[in-house]
Structures are given as structure tokens and as C-alpha cells.
T-cell receptor
Framework: SQQGEEDPQALSIQEGENATMNCSYKTSINNLQWYRQNSGRGLVHLILIRSNEREKHSGRLRVTLDTSKKSSSLLITASRAADTASYFC????????????FGQGTRLTINP | DAGITQSPRHKVTETGTPVTLRCHQTENHRYMYWYRQDPGHGLRLIHYSYGVKDTDKGEVSDGYSVSRSKTEDFLLTLESATSSQTSVYFCAAGTGDTEKLFFGSGTQLSVL
């Protein structure tokens, strides 16, 4: 069963706008990660946020984590055509570590 | 993709034949993983390894076996391929428990 679920499943915005994707999960976690996948390629790690952190930034990326609501959001600011990709959240479980469980992803399209 | 090489990149095979996919890493990561990616299911963990000769099952391990005789190589074997195993297979590797993973470019497997 999926631990993380992304919302929305697909998102289409204009270049320059901000994109927000959400991830909800079911069980307690050690950390939550976001990955990007360009069409036909493998996943690339974007950012990791630990359970004791609430917000983290990396360039144009901002990730928040609300452990009370078991949810996270990924914000991409000032989007570019090159940001077009699928974005996945991945979580581990406090028990039974060594395994990341991925959500189904959000397909983001940036229109020029 | 960060020293993770998968072979072959594409394979077409017939139902009932054995198939072996290979993952090779050059970064001496301790942990290695095999995922499959299917529409509507995201990435699902098949098997993983936490050291040479140390492997364990993931979420969808039925019909698959793995072996890791060297740190750098992780093999996934479909003993008798079925059409339901048509998928894109990704290998990943990492240094610590559920920390950042590095992914290969994937193997597109079609079982006819």
C-alpha cells in the first residue's frame, strides 16, 4: 500500500507562476523526501526534510512538513519550462526502516 | 545518473522465459533497491539489499529474486516472466538507512 499520496495528480501552470504540490502519508516517519522524474529518466533527489523540521529551502524549492497532519508540501517558485516533470514524495517509517515508500506522483507541466 | 548503470535499457521477452536485469554502481553505496514503476501505482519496492549477500523482500516481491555477490552489483531475476511483469524497472542505491537515493535510468521490460 502507498504510504505517501500526492495531490494534485496533475498540475498545469504558466511559466513564472508558482507551483504547489502536496503529499499526505499515513504512519510516523523519520524523514520525507521529494524527487523529480523527467520523462523517460530515473528519479533525482531534490530535498529531504526530517521529522523534527518544519520548513526547508533549496534554491527555488520550499518544503514544509506538518507531522501533526501527516502532510508535506513542495513549492516551486518562479517556475520554468525545465521544471516540467513528475514529482514524487517518499517516506520511511519509524519502524522498519531501510525502505522508502513512494507516492504516485504529481505531473507538473509548465506552459511557456 | 550518479554512477548507477542499469542493463539492458530495453528488453522484450516471451512469457515463461527467465530474465535477469543488472544494476551496477560505482559509488560503494551499502544499500541497493529494485523498484518497478507502473501507471497508477507509482514506484513499488520489489527487493532491497543492505549489504553483500544481505537481501530482503519489498512490497511486490512475488515472482522476483535478487542476488548481491559484490557491493557494486545487484541483480534482479524474473524466474519465469509473466505479462504482469511488463513494467519499467528502476535500480537505486544509497549510503544510509532511507537517506537520499540515487537512481539508474531504468529498464523498460515488455513480456509478450
Amino acid at each position: 500500500s502507498q504510504q505517501g499520496e500526492e495531490d494534485p495528480q496533475a498540475l498545469s501552470i504558466q511559466e513564472g507562476e508558482n507551483a504547489t504540490m502536496n503529499c499526505s502519508y499515513k504512519t510516523s516517519i523519520n524523514n520525507l523526501q521529494w524527487y523529480r522524474q523527467n520523462s523517460g529518466r530515473g528519479l533525482v533527489h531534490l530535498i529531504l526534510i526530517r521529522s523534527n523540521e518544519r520548513e526547508k529551502h533549496s534554491g527555488r524549492l520550499r518544503v514544509t512538513l506538518d507531522t501533526s497532519k501527516k502532510s508535506s508540501s513542495l513549492l516551486i517558485t518562479a517556475s520554468r519550462a525545465a521544471d516540467t516533470a513528475s514529482y514524487f514524495c517518499a517516506t520511511d517509517a519509524v519502524q522498519g526502516a531501510q525502505k522508502l515508500v513512494f507516492g504516485q506522483g504529481t505531473r507538473l507541466t509548465i506552459n511557456p | 545518473d550518479a554512477g548507477i548503470t542499469q542493463s539492458p535499457r530495453h528488453k522484450v521477452t516471451e512469457t515463461g522465459t527467465p530474465v535477469t536485469l543488472r544494476c551496477h554502481q560505482t559509488e560503494n553505496h551499502r544499500y541497493m533497491y529494485w523498484y518497478r514503476q507502473d501507471p497508477g501505482h507509482g514506484l513499488r519496492l520489489i527487493h532491497y539489499s543492505y549489504g553483500v549477500k544481505d537481501t530482503d523482500k519489498g512490497e511486490v516481491s512475488d515472482g522476483y529474486s535478487v542476488s548481491r555477490s559484490k557491493t557494486e552489483d545487484f541483480l534482479l531475476t524474473l524466474e519465469s516472466a509473466t505479462s504482469s511483469q511488463t513494467s519499467v524497472y528502476f535500480c537505486a542505491a544509497g549510503t544510509g538507512d532511507t537517506e537520499k537515493l540515487f537512481f539508474g535510468s531504468g529498464t523498460q521490460l515488455s513480456v509478450l
